[in-house]
C-alpha cells in the first residue's frame, strides 16, 4: 500500500471527490451533495474501468466514495483497487453486514456506511459527523484520518468514536 504524502499548512489540499456507483439516482443525489455542500468537483464512473480512466486523466484525489461492488469488480477487488492507489476510500453498500463492515474497517478505509441511510446523502460528510461539526473543514478532515485519530468502536455512519 502506497504512503499518503505528508500535508504541511501550506500545502495544497486535493480538490477531486470520485464517486464510483453503479446506480445513477444515487450518484445523481451524492454528486449534487458534495458539489453543492463542499463546494469539490465530483467525477462519476459506474465501473473500475471508468474509475481508472478518470484516475489517469487527473491527480489531484481528495477521496474515492465507491459502491462495495460494481460491474467489473467484487467487494475485495473494489477495495483493493483504490487502497492500492493510496486513495482515501469510504465504501458504500445497500445491505447491512456487521461482519462485512468490520472486515472491511480492518483494511484501512476511512469508513463502510448504509447507501440508504439519510446521512449518506443529506448532510455535508455523512460519513463522518465529526468532520461536519467542525463546519466541513476539509483540511480537519484530511488530518484526522490521516492520523487514524477515530478508534472502534465505531458508529455506523461516523469515524468519531460512539
Given at each position: 500500500?502506497?504512503?499518503?504524502?505528508?500535508?504541511?499548512?501550506?500545502?495544497?489540499?486535493?480538490?477531486?471527490?470520485?464517486?464510483?456507483?453503479?446506480?445513477?439516482?444515487?450518484?445523481?443525489?451524492?454528486?449534487?451533495?458534495?458539489?453543492?455542500?463542499?463546494?469539490?468537483?465530483?467525477?462519476?464512473?459506474?465501473?473500475?474501468?471508468?474509475?481508472?480512466?478518470?484516475?489517469?486523466?487527473?491527480?489531484?484525489?481528495?477521496?474515492?466514495?465507491?459502491?462495495?461492488?460494481?460491474?467489473?469488480?467484487?467487494?475485495?477487488?473494489?477495495?483493493?483497487?483504490?487502497?492500492?492507489?493510496?486513495?482515501?476510500?469510504?465504501?458504500?453498500?445497500?445491505?447491512?453486514?456487521?461482519?462485512?463492515?468490520?472486515?472491511?474497517?480492518?483494511?484501512?478505509?476511512?469508513?463502510?456506511?448504509?447507501?440508504?441511510?439519510?446521512?449518506?446523502?443529506?448532510?455535508?460528510?455523512?460519513?463522518?459527523?465529526?468532520?461536519?461539526?467542525?463546519?466541513?473543514?476539509?483540511?480537519?478532515?484530511?488530518?484526522?484520518?490521516?492520523?487514524?485519530?477515530?478508534?472502534?468502536?465505531?458508529?455506523?455512519?461516523?469515524?468519531a468514536t460512539a
Amino acid at each position: 500500500m502506497h504512503a499518503l504524502p505528508l500535508m504541511t499548512e501550506s500545502s495544497p489540499l486535493p480538490q477531486r471527490v470520485l464517486l464510483v456507483e453503479n446506480s445513477r439516482a444515487y450518484t445523481q443525489v451524492v454528486a449534487q451533495a458534495i458539489e453543492q455542500q463542499l463546494e469539490l468537483p465530483v467525477t462519476v464512473a459506474a465501473t473500475l474501468a471508468e474509475a481508472r480512466a478518470a484516475l489517469e486523466r487527473h491527480d489531484d484525489w481528495f477521496m474515492v466514495l465507491t459502491g462495495a461492488i460494481l460491474a467489473d469488480g467484487d467487494r475485495d477487488t473494489v477495495v483493493d483497487f483504490f487502497l492500492r492507489r493510496g486513495l482515501p476510500t469510504v465504501v458504500v453498500s445497500g445491505m447491512y453486514d456487521e461482519d462485512l463492515r468490520e472486515r472491511m474497517l480492518r483494511r484501512q478505509i476511512i469508513d463502510f456506511v448504509l447507501k440508504n441511510t439519510p446521512a449518506t446523502s443529506t448532510t455535508s460528510s455523512g460519513w463522518c459527523s465529526a468532520w461536519s461539526a467542525t463546519g466541513g473543514s476539509r483540511r480537519w478532515w484530511w488530518t484526522t484520518r490521516r492520523r487514524r485519530a477515530c478508534t472502534p468502536p465505531r458508529c455506523w455512519s461516523c469515524t468519531a468514536t460512539a
